[in-house]
């Protein structure tokens, strides 16, 4: 076995269709275990070992913390693991979307304040119960979420990038635009991994109300970050979100890690929330998902760039005025970091 295509061929006791998705170091397919007389289908991630003894050793930590919260509310249960060959194996079951194809290319959670709710609330109970476990996720995103046809019954998957140790050194893991910007940078600040999950969360929060990415990094460079640090209630403006949750995610997104909201705290805030949205203005002039050709997929950071105001100019107005180097270097001063560290 030389190459990550399995289709059509009997690997172990399981027969393996078609590929689900494919990556330079691993790909998913559709299976079946031929051993039993009405298999359910699963969907198996082939990873090809790592050639020196440390990345193996993180391969296969990711089926240790996998299995460890297998059975946690809305975690993706790991059927069975194994190893052949160059390569190692786990066995899933099969899942009819993740959230990015509902959120970005479906839209089903568009200016539906009950569906978000629920779908998130499951979110939500599954990284808390993990958390309870000892079990940090460090690369939440949609892709990495799946649901079913309607959008809930939720499973979190792929902990590939998962920690025991709450407090980590190993910075610049995970998807740039769902990292915290304590987290962004490799080896070089050290970080609650927990805290760093709760930024993510906030961030799969927006995608889900808006359609769309706050921003592309949490860094000084990034432009819709700093107006965010120079302006928190923007949103309101730009994707006329409510006020709630406008306040929420000021709460969720503190440069601060210490203070960020808890998860429990999140969940009772979604709860008590009536609406994520403001009322339409009009038929025409009211906040919008945005048409296909106008998001933007990075395959390597999956990260979407979407504007909600078609003029540009009447974008920036809305967004005022860029943020001062003397607010980001007090910013990131709460965070230990300097402004000259980060440029560097």
Request: proline letters at 5%.
């Amino acid at each position: 076995m030389d190459s990550l295509d399995f289709s059509g061929e009997l690997v172990s006791h399981y027969l393996f269709s078609s590929v689900l998705g494919a990556g330079a170091s691993g790909s998913v397919h559709k299976a079946v275990d031929i051993t039993m007389e009405k298999s359910p289908t699963y969907a198996i991630k082939c990873v090809r070992k790592k050639s020196d003894s440390t990345r193996l050793s993180r391969q296969r930590t990711e089926v240790v913390n996998h299995d460890s919260v297998t059975l946690c509310p809305n975690v993706l249960t790991l059927c069975d693991t194994f190893e052949m060959d160059d390569y190692i194996f786990l066995v899933l079951p099969f899942c009819e979307k993740d959230m990015f194809k509902a959120i970005f290319k479906e839209r089903i959670y568009w200016r539906n304040d009950a569906l978000i709710r629920k779908a998130f609330t499951e979110i939500l109970d599954g990284i808390l119960s993990c958390h309870k476990t000892g079990i940090f996720h460090r690369d939440l995103k949609p892709e990495n979420i799946m649901c079913n046809a309607k959008g809930t019954s939720i499973k979190i998957g792929d902990f590939g990038l998962s920690t025991t140790r709450r407090r980590c050194g190993d910075g610049g893991c995970g998807t740039v635009p769902y990292t915290s910007p304590e987290c962004l940078y490799k080896n070089k600040f050290c970080y609650d991994a927990a805290l760093a999950d709760i930024w993510s969360l906030g961030i799969i929060l927006f995608n889900m109300v808006t359609c769309a990415c706050p921003w592309e990094e949490a860094h000084p460079k990034d432009r819709d970050f700093t107006a965010f640090i120079s302006n928190p209630d923007q949103f309101l403006q730009t994707y006329r979100i409510s006020e709630p949750l406008s306040v929420l995610l000021h709460r969720i997104w503190n440069p601060t890690p210490a203070k960020r909201m808890s998860i429990p705290a999140i969940r009772q805030a979604i709860q008590d929330m009536d609406t994520f949205y403001q009322p339409r203005r009009s038929s025409h002039a009211a906040s919008r998902p945005l048409k296909e050709q106008e998001v933007l997929v990075d395959s390597e950071q999956t990260c979407v760039n979407v504007a909600p105001v078609a003029d540009e100019k009447e974008r920036d107005k809305e967004k005022g005025p860029r943020v001062s180097v003397d607010a980001l270097e007090v910013m990131f001063s709460r965070l230990e970091v300097t402004l000259y560290d980060l440029v560097q």
